[in-house]
């Protein structure tokens, strides 16, 4: 039933083409890619009209390729290339003159010899030519200059009657020979091959009804993702949609695949974590609710596997140490880390109290051996060390606001620091001699800062003044930037209107992502779509299509509503207001099988008393006329029609 948009009150009868359900609505049959029957087919539940399609070798190619099986040519019909004669059944039986005496078969295509016999052209042509130049009934000389065309004889051959090649499937039609091929392009009872490439091959009238219900190759819809696919991968594919609810294994909260891993990874509470101290040791696993508790009960455990980890990062530092090169990292730690380096450093300072070397007689005990030459100098690199360690190991005030940390501080800051004082502290220099060093290091240090900041300050100036500039030109660029922008819009416009004038009032609009902004639309998101505008002609009207995907008023959720509506055009001065023409609109069946398409066609005719038809006042009229049901839901995403998840309308408009 047909019913205005946007709460128009005026009701009507409207004229249709066809007032049929929608199972047996109008449609364009398709014979090749090259013709378009005009005649529309009416489709019965209980039989399909089909037609034979081309398939070029690339295609078979391909499919063979991709493991594929390939479509079959339909039992019954006849061969692209005939080579001998006619073979079946004649009524009355075939007339012996008729027969080719090569083949035994009705003559195809008959030549006659210059002897006066008719045999089929590929027959004759075959026998000749394999060197047998003697006529095959009474063995006279026989060239291929001596044998022509029989135009008559083809004539009476094509008149002959004949029972349909699908006669024993229950065809009881009688043809004539020249009308044979045409019978068998819609004969109900010619095996086809199914056209979704399954291993079914049944008549013809029970194609559509195998396509639709019974074929395991046919094209359904997910419940959850609505996207069209094979129904032998529908098992696959459910095994891997992000939009399947799937209960989580710890909690039993059902949420979305493509949901329940971030749940699990980092929201569960009832999901296995690992300890954060997993890294340093503890093994420990428990449920992402318990690892706070866990945490506080074994923190002094975690701190002693943390103590370890130091311990042994401290012991990997020590190992990769140059020689010539002290240790001791204690000047340049930072100000936390003294208190280890000092315990380390008193470890090292009891090992060589151990050794006793403050005497002659610890170095006496060492072994005899190569190195006795080096003793003197061993002695004293010893003796060294230790001096260093005492100085290093002397009690620290880690007050940072004590003198002695500032000073330290300060050392860790300048590398020429660091340098002088690891001298001093080799040489075992007197506190005074320390603080004339730092005093010495800390003017140079400031003398090289303000020398610095000066050429600092003037490069500041080249560049602030260099950023000015730069801006200035930015700014131009912008507003060049802008310009270009406005032009472009209105070139892109201008364009569009070129594009919208060029379709003449026949306008094919392709849908895109059907299936998220049926989403949209189910939820409430974004429940209408208006189509870009097209014009009746180059100096025609303006209109648009209006699409509900979810329908509207008592077709909401079971029906796809589709409206028309005009829009404020170029020429609307001059037109003849109120429009007067026929809308027709349809949704494209997008079948592989062109002879399988169904599309759902409506036309209307438009009232001038509606407001739908009126000048439009505005950018586009708020009335709009057409169907509040259209067509089912069920039958757009259980169908061909939305393909590549893209759906596409056509309209046309005739104004008088």
Same mark, same amino acid.
């Given at each position: 039933?047909?019913?205005?948009?946007?709460?128009?009150?005026?009701t009507?009868?409207?004229?249709?083409?066809?007032?049929?359900?929608?199972?047996?609505?109008?449609?364009?049959?398709?014979?090749?890619?090259?013709?378009?029957?005009?005649?529309?087919?009416?489709?019965?539940?209980s039989?399909?009209?089909?037609?034979?399609?081309?398939?070029?070798?690339?295609?078979?190619?391909?499919?063979?390729?991709?493991?594929?099986?390939?479509?079959?040519?339909?039992?019954?019909?006849?061969?692209?290339?005939?080579?001998?004669?006619?073979?079946?059944?004649?009524?009355?039986?075939?007339?012996?003159?008729?027969?080719?005496?090569?083949?035994?078969?009705?003559?195809?295509?008959?030549?006659?010899?210059y002897?006066?016999?008719?045999?089929?052209?590929?027959?004759?042509?075959?026998?000749?030519?394999?060197?047998?130049?003697?006529?095959?009934?009474?063995?006279?000389?026989?060239?291929?200059?001596?044998?022509?065309?029989?135009?008559?004889?083809?004539?009476?051959?094509?008149?002959?009657?004949?029972?349909?090649?699908?006669?024993?499937?229950?065809?009881?039609?009688?043809?004539?020979?020249?009308n044979?091929?045409?019978?068998?392009?819609?004969?109900?009872?010619?095996?086809?091959?199914?056209?979704?490439? !399954?291993?079914?091959? +049944?008549? /013809?009238?029970? #194609? %559509?009804? *195998? @396509?639709?219900?019974? =074929?395991?190759?046919?094209? $359904?819809?997910?419940d959850?993702?609505?996207?069209?696919?094979?129904?032998?991968?529908?098992?696959?594919?459910?095994?891997?949609?992000?939009?399947?609810?799937?209960?989580?294994?710890? !909690?039993?909260?059902? +949420?979305? /695949?493509?949901? #329940? %891993?971030? *749940? @699990?990874?980092?929201? =569960?509470?009832k999901?296995i $974590?690992?300890?954060?101290?997993?890294?340093?040791?503890?093994?420990?696993?428990?449920?992402?609710?318990?690892?706070?508790?866990?945490?506080?009960?074994?923190?002094?455990?975690?701190?002693?596997?943390?103590?370890?980890?130091?311990?042994? #990062?401290?012991r990997?530092?020590?190992?990769?140490?140059?020689?010539?090169?002290?240790?001791?990292?204690?000047?340049?730690?930072?100000?936390?880390?003294?208190?280890v380096?000092?315990?380390?450093?008193?470890?090292?300072?009891?090992?060589?109290?151990?050794?006793?070397?403050?005497?002659?007689?610890?170095?006496?005990? #060492?072994?005899?051996?190569?190195?006795?030459?080096?003793?003197?100098?061993?002695?004293?690199?010893?003796?060294?060390?230790?001096r260093?360690?005492?100085?290093?190991?002397?009690?620290?005030?880690?007050n940072?606001?004590?003198?002695?940390m500032?000073?330290?501080?300060?050392?860790?800051?300048?590398?020429?620091?660091?340098?002088?004082?690891?001298?001093?502290?080799?040489q075992?220099?007197?506190?005074?001699?320390?603080?004339?060093?730092?005093?010495?290091?800390?003017?140079?240090?400031?003398?090289?800062?303000?020398?610095?900041?000066?050429?600092?300050?003037?490069?500041?100036?080249?560049?602030?003044?260099?950023?000015?500039?730069?801006?200035?030109?930015?700014?131009?660029?912008?507003?060049?930037?802008?310009?270009?922008?406005?032009?472009?819009?209105?070139?892109?416009?201008?364009?569009?209107?070129?594009?919208?004038?060029?379709?003449?009032?026949?306008?094919?609009?392709?849908?895109?992502?059907?299936s998220?902004?049926?989403?949209?639309?189910?939820?409430?998101?974004n429940?209408?779509?208006?189509?870009?505008?097209?014009?009746?002609?180059?100096?025609?009207?303006?209109?648009?299509?209006?699409?509900?995907?979810?329908?509207?008023?008592?077709?909401?959720?079971?029906?796809?509503s589709?409206?028309?509506?005009?829009?404020?055009?170029?020429?609307?001065?001059?037109?003849?207001?109120?429009?007067?023409?026929?809308?027709?609109?349809t949704?494209?069946?997008?079948?592989?099988?062109?002879?399988?398409?169904?599309?759902?066609?409506?036309t209307?005719i438009a009232?001038?008393?509606?407001?739908?038809?009126?000048k439009?006042?505005?950018?586009?009229?708020?009335?709009?006329?057409?169907?509040m049901?259209?067509?089912?839901?069920?039958?757009?995403?259980?169908?061909?029609?939305?393909?590549?998840?893209?759906?596409?309308?056509?309209?046309?408009?005739?104004?008088?």
């Amino acid at each position: 039933m047909m019913q205005l948009a946007d709460g128009v009150d005026v009701t009507g009868e409207f004229e249709q083409n066809i007032k049929l359900p929608f199972t047996m609505k109008t449609c364009l049959v398709m014979n090749s890619p090259e013709k378009v029957f005009s005649q529309p087919t009416v489709y019965h539940k209980s039989n399909v009209s089909e037609c034979r399609t081309g398939e070029s070798s690339g295609e078979r190619a391909q499919m063979m390729e991709k493991g594929e099986p390939q479509p079959r040519t339909p039992q019954g019909e006849l061969a692209e290339e005939p080579l001998e004669g006619y073979d079946f059944d004649f009524c009355p039986p075939l007339d012996s003159k008729y027969e080719c005496p090569i083949c035994l078969m009705c003559l195809r295509d008959p030549y006659q010899t210059y002897c006066g016999h008719r045999f089929c052209k590929y027959c004759i042509f075959k026998w000749l030519r394999e060197e047998k130049h003697r006529c095959p009934v009474d063995n006279v000389l026989l060239d291929e200059q001596n044998i022509y065309p029989d135009n008559f004889a083809k004539r009476e051959i094509l008149g002959l009657k004949l029972k349909c090649p699908n006669y024993s499937h229950g065809c009881r039609f009688i043809i004539e020979l020249c009308n044979l091929e045409s019978h068998l392009q819609s004969c109900f009872y010619a095996l086809i091959p199914c056209p979704q490439c !399954c291993p079914a091959v +049944l008549p /013809r009238k029970d #194609l %559509k009804d *195998h @396509i639709e219900q019974s =074929c395991p190759r046919r094209y $359904v819809q997910c419940d959850y993702c609505f996207q069209s696919i094979f129904l032998s991968s529908k098992q696959k594919h459910l095994s891997e949609c992000p939009f399947v609810p799937t209960q989580c294994k710890y !909690c039993d909260i059902l +949420l979305t /695949r493509e949901k #329940l %891993k971030k *749940h @699990i990874r980092t929201e =569960c509470q009832k999901a296995i $974590v690992k300890c954060r101290f997993y890294e340093f040791g503890c093994k420990t696993e428990v449920r992402r609710s318990c690892i706070d508790e866990h945490e506080e009960q074994q923190s002094q455990q975690h701190l002693w596997l943390l103590c370890g980890a130091v311990k042994e #990062l401290y012991r990997l530092l020590y190992t990769i140490v140059p020689q010539g090169v002290s240790p001791l990292p204690s000047l340049g730690a930072p100000a936390s880390a003294p208190p280890v380096l000092t315990h380390t450093d008193l470890q090292l300072d009891d090992q060589l109290t151990s050794l006793n070397l403050s005497d002659d007689s610890s170095l006496n005990a #060492l072994p005899s051996s190569d190195f006795t030459n080096d003793l003197p100098a061993l002695k004293n690199a010893i003796l060294q060390v230790r001096r260093l360690i005492q100085l290093h190991v002397k009690p620290i005030n880690f007050n940072p606001e004590s003198t002695q940390m500032m000073n330290i501080t300060k050392i860790e800051s300048d590398p020429t620091a660091m340098q002088s004082a690891r001298f001093d502290s080799q040489q075992n220099a007197p506190p005074q001699e320390h603080e004339s060093v730092l005093s010495s290091v800390q003017t140079k240090k400031l003398q090289s800062l303000q020398e610095k900041t000066a050429y600092q300050d003037e490069r500041m100036t080249g560049q602030s003044q260099q950023l000015k500039e730069t801006q200035a030109k930015l700014s131009s660029i912008e507003k060049k930037l802008d310009e270009y922008r406005i032009r472009t819009r209105q070139l892109e416009s201008q364009v569009s209107e070129m594009e919208a004038r060029s379709c003449n009032g026949n306008f094919y609009w392709v849908i895109k992502n059907y299936s998220r902004l049926r989403r949209e639309a189910m939820s409430g998101d974004n429940t209408v779509l208006h189509s870009p505008g097209f014009y009746t002609s180059f100096h025609g009207y303006k209109l648009c299509v209006r699409l509900n995907l979810n329908g509207v008023d008592s077709a909401h959720g079971t029906h796809l509503s589709l409206f028309i509506h005009f829009m404020q055009g170029e020429f609307d001065s001059f037109l003849e207001w109120p429009f007067g023409g026929r809308i027709t609109l349809t949704i494209m069946d997008q079948n592989e099988a062109c002879e399988l398409r169904q599309h759902i066609t409506e036309t209307l005719i438009a009232k001038p008393h509606l407001a739908a038809f009126q000048k439009p006042r505005a950018h586009r009229n708020h009335k709009g006329f057409g169907y509040m049901e259209f067509a089912p839901l069920s039958l757009i995403e259980n169908s061909q029609y939305v393909k590549n998840d893209s759906l596409i309308i056509h309209a046309q408009v005739v104004a008088q």
